[in-house]
């Protein structure tokens, strides 16, 4: 305790000068506590407002991927150009260094893998452990339309609901498998349903019609997914596009780790998101800067 004698007596209360009352930066958090905040305020960078985030989860229903076959050498060398890693605790406590000091998107769904039916997923990883690995956000797939939505919306209400209790965001992750079509009337939908339940940013994927709508229908920030593989210059046009177009960062795997120079990619996605570049000058920052 502060020893009472020879305190001075407190007089600079500034009241000729108003209390900031500023909103929050992202859209649609402004009510959120401050830990939820907090952490958002890692994953997005304030000045732009936006993330990119290293997707590298493909293992827990696919296996060894490639590019991911030893995630300790290829991933490695790409954390220090992401602003958030997207991966399963296994992927993190075996292969991410703890000094990385990255945010971290930690993959809590699970039940299913390429052998059977997808949508057939629980929560794999409880809000204990998420908190154990100080993770940022917890990653709920969601299977709007599939044989086992019920299950899925279920798994990110939960999620939810452990996330608010500890200010941990919850990022709801739109799947689309075989049987939907992946335009703006699906994606709008099902990024909709993942704001109503709660989830305080969606990832879904880009579609080059209508993605404008998808944005403004969804009352929360929107990342991409990098989905399959596609050539360099593609990639960088897509992510262009979507940034155009609304989206607040992009969440890639493929596109990054399976470039070429995954390096030299990394960064030209980071020229578009951060600082509004183009995909032609992005792709050229790509070429000059690959080994």
Same mark, same amino acid.
Not at 12 to 37: A, H, M, Q, R, S
């Given at each position: 305790?502060?020893?009472?004698?020879? %305190?001075?007596? +407190?007089?600079?209360?500034?009241?000729?000068?108003?209390?900031?009352? &500023?909103?929050?930066? $992202? *859209?649609? /958090?402004?009510?959120?506590?401050?830990?939820?905040?907090?952490?958002?305020?890692?994953?997005?960078?304030?000045?732009?407002?936006?993330?990119?985030?290293?997707?590298?989860?493909?293992?827990?229903?696919?296996?060894?991927?490639?590019?991911?076959?030893?995630?300790?050498?290829?991933?490695?060398?790409?954390?220090?150009?992401?602003?958030?890693?997207?991966?399963?605790?296994?992927?993190?406590?075996?292969?991410?260094?703890?000094?990385?000091?990255?945010?971290?998107?930690?993959?809590?769904?699970?039940?299913?893998?390429?052998?059977?039916?997808?949508?057939?997923?629980?929560?794999?990883?409880?809000?204990?452990?998420?908190?154990?690995? %100080?993770?940022? +956000?917890?990653?709920?797939?969601?299977?709007?339309?599939?044989?086992? &939505?019920?299950?899925? $919306? *279920?798994? /990110?209400?939960?999620?939810?609901?452990?996330?608010?209790?500890?200010?941990?965001?919850?990022?709801?992750?739109?799947?689309?498998?075989?049987?939907?079509?992946?335009?703006?009337?699906?994606?709008?939908?099902?990024?909709?349903?993942?704001?109503?339940?709660?989830?305080?940013?969606?990832?879904?994927?880009?579609?080059?019609?209508?993605?404008?709508?998808?944005?403004?229908?969804?009352?929360?920030?929107?990342?991409?997914?990098?989905?399959?593989?596609?050539?360099?210059?593609?990639?960088?046009?897509?992510?262009?596009?979507?940034?155009?177009?609304?989206?607040?960062?992009?969440?890639?795997?493929?596109?990054?780790?399976?470039?070429?120079?995954?390096? +030299?990619?990394?960064?030209?996605?980071?020229?578009?998101?951060?600082?509004?570049?183009?995909?032609? *000058?992005?792709?050229?920052?790509?070429?000059?800067?690959?080994?």
């Amino acid at each position: 305790m502060a020893d009472a004698s020879g %305190n001075k007596i +407190a007089k600079n209360y500034y009241t000729d000068v108003p209390v900031k009352n &500023e909103g929050f930066y $992202l *859209k649609g /958090l402004n009510g959120y506590d401050w830990g939820i905040k907090d952490r958002m305020t890692r994953m997005f960078n304030p000045k732009s407002g936006r993330t990119v985030m290293l997707a590298f989860d493909h293992g827990y229903i696919m296996g060894p991927t490639a590019g991911l076959e030893r995630m300790d050498i290829t991933v490695t060398p790409l954390i220090e150009y992401a602003d958030v890693l997207m991966c399963t605790r296994g992927a993190l406590r075996s292969c991410v260094p703890a000094n990385s000091n990255k945010p971290v998107a930690l993959r809590c769904s699970t039940g299913a893998t390429l052998l059977r039916e997808l949508s057939y997923e629980c929560i794999g990883v409880n809000i204990d452990d998420a908190i154990r690995l %100080n993770a940022s +956000a917890m990653a709920i797939q969601v299977f709007a339309g599939a044989e086992f &939505e019920h299950n899925s $919306l *279920k798994n /990110l209400a939960e999620t939810v609901d452990a996330g608010v209790r500890y200010g941990i965001p919850t990022l709801g992750v739109t799947a689309v498998g075989k049987d939907m079509v992946r335009d703006a009337r699906y994606l709008g939908m099902a990024t909709r349903v993942c704001a109503e339940l709660g989830c305080q940013f969606v990832k879904t994927y880009y579609c080059s019609e209508g993605f404008e709508e998808v944005v403004a229908g969804c009352p929360v920030p929107i990342v991409i997914a990098g989905g399959k593989k596609l050539p360099e210059d593609e990639a960088l046009e897509m992510c262009w596009n979507a940034i155009n177009e609304g989206a607040a960062g992009v969440d890639m795997g493929r596109n990054i780790f399976q470039a070429q120079d995954p390096i +030299a990619m990394i960064q030209a996605v980071r020229e578009i998101v951060h600082n509004n570049e183009t995909a032609e *000058k992005a792709y050229q920052l790509y070429c000059d800067t690959k080994k």
